[in-house]
């Protein structure tokens, strides 16, 4: 129970805590984050971009957990754990590159 805990802590701090902080209260806001294609700013587009990485990393963490190796780094949430991380250092990557790639279409969008 305390791993799952710990991994809930891990994810969701990689991507609802910057939304917090950015977003405040403002439920419109976190609804456009959320949605495909509702960012407006590139503060909200870098939210989208680092959460969505974050829990895909964390998806992908999760496929050598069934197989046969018996690896101490097997053991649920490690590699679960270490997915989120990689898929958060990843989103931080890629999203000033998106954003520099598309920053005509997030001024218009903004507009």
């Not at 305390?2 to 917090?20: D, G, H, N, R």
């Not at 949605?35 to 870098?46: P, R, V």
């Not at 018996?70 to 949430?77: A, E, G, M, N, T």
Request: glycine share 6%.
């Amino acid at each position: 129970v305390t791993e799952t805990f710990l991994f809930a802590v891990l994810l969701s701090t990689f991507t609802t805590l910057q939304c917090l902080c950015l977003l405040g209260p403002n439920i419109q806001a976190w609804i456009r984050v959320f949605s495909k294609n509702g960012a407006m700013s590139i503060w909200e587009s870098s939210l989208q971009i680092t959460s969505v990485c974050s829990v895909l990393g964390a998806w992908f963490g999760a496929f050598p957990i069934p197989l046969d190796w018996d690896r101490p780094w097997q053991v649920w949430p490690i590699s679960c754990s270490l997915g989120a991380t990689f898929g958060y250092m990843a989103g931080l990557i890629i999203a000033p590159l998106w954003i520099h790639w598309n920053r005509k279409q997030l001024t218009y969008k903004s507009r």
